[in-house]
């Protein structure tokens, strides 16, 4: 997504809100985030609007970015949270959020993790197993309570998307299928101290078809009604995330307005409350990635390498998923066009940015913007190399303020005995 009202060129400088991103690089040194405030709480209210009609409670997905600024941005904001660790959960809280706006998702929470949420009273647990749903009924009797639990269903159905950010059929780990929902609902009604309160599913991220929403919510929703016919009061009915953006202008994501148009006649007459999980959505164009072009290098039949300070440790997706960031030059003027592939330092081939991408002939020395970096950028960060990890800066109009320092070599080692 490049450039919009959060992101833009004034007289040829790019800017973040009020801030001029060269201005960034020069006192807080590359590579860094920059998120732009505003544009996340736009985000989020716009997707409140769009669901206006709906009672409902929505829970942004934490692992999206889980940087405590934009937590508590969000917090202030009255968003309620979907934690998938222990970590998040605990990140969720340093930041503010309130308990009961916090759900606890994830295939592999170990017993800690569980009384952890019990302790804190979070909303809900997502149950992801027979074996699972034993485990916390098990940590509740421990701990003398009753735990709240939703069923998250996979609803098996196939979601256009990367192959490995869909889950919402039934190859996958996530979930209980639907064709075992009513074992599981049983299992529910013998245990004694757990409590099914919701039932919840996600079918995948980066969903451009509503219609895949539809088919899963229809699964839902009998589910729901076979737990109604048994005795269960079914209060929450969550709806999971997947929420779309546009990464490339030439591939423009629906509209969430789209979604909701879908949704709300489907789900406007529920009794139960309907809980949101967008993550991506929320914050994904809400940042980019300033480097700085460290080398040109050209292999002998001219093709171009544009090696860059920032590397697959800051941002994995076109690693991983050949995903398309749009990369461009903080300084905008007339140059030619070239086809390069923008390449990090890590020693690996796949640490790439971009591969034969028209761009403008950038010089050694000069800023790029990595673009849509505000989703699984930071988070998916690793240190690979032993690359520190980069610092992040929080834009609000005219002020920038940096929310994660640059890690240091010192803290590299800090848990390591020789
Ligand atoms: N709820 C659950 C249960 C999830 O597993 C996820 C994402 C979300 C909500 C939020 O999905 P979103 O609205 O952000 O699409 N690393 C991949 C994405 C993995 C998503 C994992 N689960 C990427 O960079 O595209």
Same mark, same amino acid.
Request: proline share 4%; glycine share 6%.
């Given at each position: 997504?490049?450039?919009?009202?959060?992101?833009?060129?004034?007289?040829?400088?790019?800017?973040?809100?009020?801030?001029?991103?060269?201005?960034?690089?020069?006192?807080?040194?590359?590579?860094?985030?920059?998120?732009?405030?505003?544009?996340?709480?736009?985000?989020? #209210?716009?997707?409140?609007?769009?669901?206006?009609?709906?009672?409902?409670?929505?829970?942004?997905?934490?692992? $999206?970015?889980?940087?405590?600024?934009?937590?508590?941005?969000?917090?202030?904001?009255?968003?309620?949270?979907?934690?998938?660790?222990?970590?998040?959960?605990?990140?969720?809280?340093?930041?503010?959020?309130?308990?009961?706006?916090?759900?606890?998702?994830?295939?592999?929470?170990?017993?800690?993790?569980?009384?952890?949420?019990?302790?804190?009273?979070?909303?809900?647990?997502?149950?992801?197993?027979?074996?699972?749903?034993?485990?916390?009924?098990?940590? $509740?009797?421990?701990?003398?309570?009753?735990?709240?639990?939703?069923?998250?269903?996979?609803?098996?159905?196939?979601?256009?998307?990367?192959?490995?950010?869909?889950?919402?059929?039934?190859?996958?780990?996530?979930?209980?299928?639907?064709?075992?929902?009513?074992?599981?609902?049983?299992?529910?009604?013998?245990?004694?101290?757990?409590?099914?309160?919701?039932?919840?599913?996600?079918?995948?991220?980066? &969903?451009?078809?509503?219609?895949?929403?539809?088919?899963?919510?229809?699964?839902?929703?009998?589910?729901?009604?076979?737990?109604?016919?048994?005795?269960?009061?079914?209060?929450?009915?969550?709806?999971?995330?997947?929420?779309?953006?546009?990464?490339?202008?030439?591939?423009?994501?629906?509209?969430?307005?789209?979604?909701?148009?879908?949704?709300?006649?489907?789900?406007?007459?529920?009794?139960?409350?309907?809980?949101?999980?967008?993550?991506?959505?929320?914050?994904?164009?809400?940042?980019? &990635?300033?480097?700085?072009?460290?080398? #040109?290098?050209?292999?002998?039949?001219?093709?171009?390498?544009?090696?860059?300070?920032?590397?697959?440790?800051?941002?994995?997706?076109?690693?991983?998923?050949?995903?398309?960031?749009?990369?461009?030059?903080?300084? #905008?003027?007339?140059?030619?066009?070239?086809?390069?592939?923008?390449?990090?330092?890590?020693?690996?081939?796949?640490?790439?940015?971009?591969?034969?991408?028209?761009?403008?002939?950038?010089?050694?020395?000069?800023?790029?913007?990595?673009?849509?970096?505000?989703?699984?950028?930071?988070?998916?960060?690793?240190?690979?190399?032993? #690359?520190?990890?980069?610092?992040?800066?929080?834009?609000?109009?005219?002020?920038?303020?940096?929310?994660?320092?640059?890690?240091?070599?010192?803290?590299?080692?800090?848990?390591?005995?020789?």
């Amino acid at each position: 997504m490049p450039t919009d009202e959060f992101f833009y060129y004034k007289k040829d400088h790019l800017y973040c809100e009020d801030v001029k991103l060269a201005d960034l690089a020069e006192k807080f040194g590359t590579p860094l985030y920059v998120t732009s405030k505003s544009s996340i709480v736009a985000q989020y #209210r716009r997707f409140e609007k769009a669901f206006k009609p709906l009672n409902r409670l929505t829970c942004y997905s934490v692992k $999206a970015n889980y940087s405590l600024a934009v937590l508590r941005a969000l917090a202030q904001e009255g968003c309620g949270f979907d934690v998938n660790s222990g970590g998040e959960l605990f990140r969720a809280l340093e930041a503010g959020a309130k308990p009961k706006k916090i759900i606890f998702a994830g295939v592999a929470k170990t017993r800690n993790e569980i009384e952890f949420a019990l302790r804190s009273k979070v909303l809900f647990q997502k149950v992801e197993s027979f074996s699972e749903m034993r485990a916390i009924d098990e940590a $509740a009797k421990s701990l003398k309570t009753v735990a709240p639990i939703a069923i998250r269903v996979n609803p098996n159905v196939v979601a256009e998307t990367h192959p490995y950010i869909t889950t919402g059929n039934d190859e996958k780990k996530f979930g209980i299928d639907d064709a075992l929902a009513e074992e599981a609902l049983s299992l529910a009604a013998t245990l004694k101290h757990v409590k099914l309160v919701g039932l919840a599913m996600h079918i995948g991220s980066q &969903i451009f078809d509503a219609q895949a929403y539809l088919e899963a919510l229809f699964k839902l929703l009998s589910v729901k009604a076979l737990a109604e016919s048994k005795g269960f009061d079914v209060k929450y009915l969550d709806v999971g995330g997947g929420f779309p953006i546009t990464y490339r202008q030439t591939q423009p994501a629906p509209d969430i307005e789209v979604f909701a148009e879908k949704f709300i006649p489907l789900l406007k007459n529920q009794s139960a409350q309907i809980v949101f999980e967008p993550g991506r959505y929320i914050v994904g164009n809400a940042s980019v &990635i300033l480097t700085e072009a460290l080398y #040109r290098k050209q292999n002998h039949r001219g093709k171009n390498f544009v090696i860059v300070d920032a590397a697959m440790t800051e941002l994995m997706r076109p690693m991983l998923y050949e995903a398309y960031h749009d990369i461009l030059p903080v300084e #905008r003027k007339e140059r030619e066009i070239i086809i390069a592939d923008v390449v990090g330092g890590a020693c690996e081939s796949g640490d790439f940015f971009a591969l034969d991408r028209e761009m403008p002939d950038v010089k050694e020395g000069e800023l790029l913007a990595i673009f849509s970096a505000g989703a699984y950028g930071a988070t998916m960060a690793s240190n690979y190399n032993a #690359r520190p990890r980069a610092a992040e800066v929080m834009v609000s109009g005219k002020k920038a303020k940096l929310i994660r320092r640059r890690e240091t070599y010192k803290q590299l080692i800090q848990n390591e005995e020789i």
